[in-house]
């Protein structure tokens, strides 16, 4: 490979929070274990090369003034949209700046909806959803996924139509590639889902923050891309942070085609006087999405395809009761561990203290809606995931 996947990065002191926090209340690492960080969801590979470049030519200016986002901006976002996922009649217009995805979800449920409506959200459910959206007011209706004869995610459309008519619902939270399962939605999909948004009138929030991480085998379908009326009644979230790691840099945007939701989220968005462009945001999307970031993003799809491989096979083989919906998209897994703490007599909170007391730091799954679930971040070096699937086997499932 041309870029780096397999060096492990030093992270301590570098601020983050994967590898400074534990996220298991009471849970403590034992003497003669490194971390392996493994939970929330940033990645441990060094960033594609023109990103630092791009920020360390800007910040060798030194002034760092108000300012407007350049045409280059405006223009890099464009081509990436239609060489990564084929979207055609992008303009400079539909694009508008947010601060996160989150902010963006909840300033278009501002336009949508009055406070104390009910949302439409799938379960398993990010628990960023679940947080932004219930402390601004809103309430959520979960229509859960369901797991077909291959263990694969579903939507229930028939439950969704149901809960969307009797809470009478005008809003959802779509989630595509889906977090935390990593369905990858097919355009069928995607299709029939808004076909019973446009038969109630309900409005869609459409976050594609993890579109670019796609696993080989399969392909990202833009919610707005399958029918002029989902074109129009979608607002669109994306963001170069997951893709790339910059989420410390803060800087998503919205893709909206309808002029009047245009005109509102613009507005809702402003409100604050708090979601701003940062100088050197603008500067790193422009760098990640050079020709050598569409290589590094490629190169990156291969690596967590080869860990997720690992990962589920070592799942299968070794950690008997332990069941995985194999990703399609994302680095994460999301497993479920019911079976294996019934036949062990452990609860959920012993097996995640069992794993973080030898390194492996991961996520209660719970938060996302998974009552026995763990949550697990893959990216990182395969020798790495090797080292961790190997202590939980020995130390944790298989003691």
């Known amino acids: 490979m041309k870029y780096d996947f397999t060096s492990i990065m030093n992270r301590q002191g570098k601020d983050a929070i994967a590898v400074e926090n534990i996220p298991i209340p009471g849970a403590a690492v034992r003497e003669g274990f ?26 060798k200016h030194p002034a760092y003034g108000y300012f407007r986002p350049t045409d280059e901006y405006f223009n890099s976002i464009i081509k990436w949209h239609e060489i990564r996922n084929g979207v055609t009649g992008l303009t400079k217009e539909c694009i508008g700046y947010e601060n ?19 949302v439409l959200l799938h379960s398993p459910t990010y628990i960023g959803f679940t947080n932004c959206i219930t402390n601004n007011g809103y309430r959520i209706v979960h229509s859960p996924l369901v797991k077909d004869a291959d263990g694969v995610w579903r939507m229930d459309f028939e439950d969704m139509e149901k809960k969307i008519v009797e809470n009478k619902i005008h809003a959802t939270v779509f989630c595509s590639p889906h977090n935390p399962c990593g369905r990858v939605w097919e355009r069928w999909e995607i299709e029939k889902a808004m076909e019973i948004y446009k038969k109630h009138d309900v409005f869609v ?62 507005k809702e968005s402003s409100l604050s006087h708090y979601d701003s462009l940062n100088v050197l945001s603008i500067h790193a999307l422009i760098g990640a999405y050079k020709p050598e970031g569409y290589e590094w993003v490629d190169e990156l799809r291969e690596t967590i395809t080869g860990n997720v491989n690992f990962a589920c096979d070592y799942i299968a083989k070794h950690f008997e009761g332990v069941e995985v919906s194999k990703p399609e998209g994302t680095y994460m897994l999301f497993l479920d561990c019911t079976k294996w703490c019934e036949k062990h007599g452990k609860t959920i909170d012993e097996l995640q203290k069992a794993g973080v007391a030898v390194g492996v730091i991961w996520q209660d799954g719970r938060p996302f809606h998974g009552p026995c679930h763990i949550r697990m971040n893959l990216a990182l070096p395969l020798s790495r995931v090797q080292e961790a699937f190997e202590r939980l086997d020995k130390y944790v499932f298989n003691a």
């Not at 971390?35 to 800007?58: G, H, L, Q």
């Not at 963001?239 to 989420?247: E, G, I, Q, R, V």
């Open 34 to 59: 490194d971390k392996i960080p493994m939970w929330v969801a940033d990645m441990n590979f060094p960033t594609v090369p023109t990103i630092p470049e791009a920020i360390i030519e800007r910040a």
């Open 100 to 118: 996160g995805v989150l902010g963006g979800v909840v300033s278009a449920l501002n336009i949508y909806c009055s406070k104390g409506d009910n």
């Open 205 to 266: 929030v459409s976050d594609e923050i993890w579109s670019d991480i796609i696993l080989s085998g399969h392909k990202h379908i833009p919610t707005q891309s399958v029918s002029e009326d989902a074109r129009n009644r979608t607002v669109a979230i994306y963001a170069p942070s997951k893709t790339f790691n910059l989420a410390g840099l803060v800087g998503s945007y919205r893709i909206v085609y309808n002029k009047w939701l245009q005109d509102r989220m613009e």
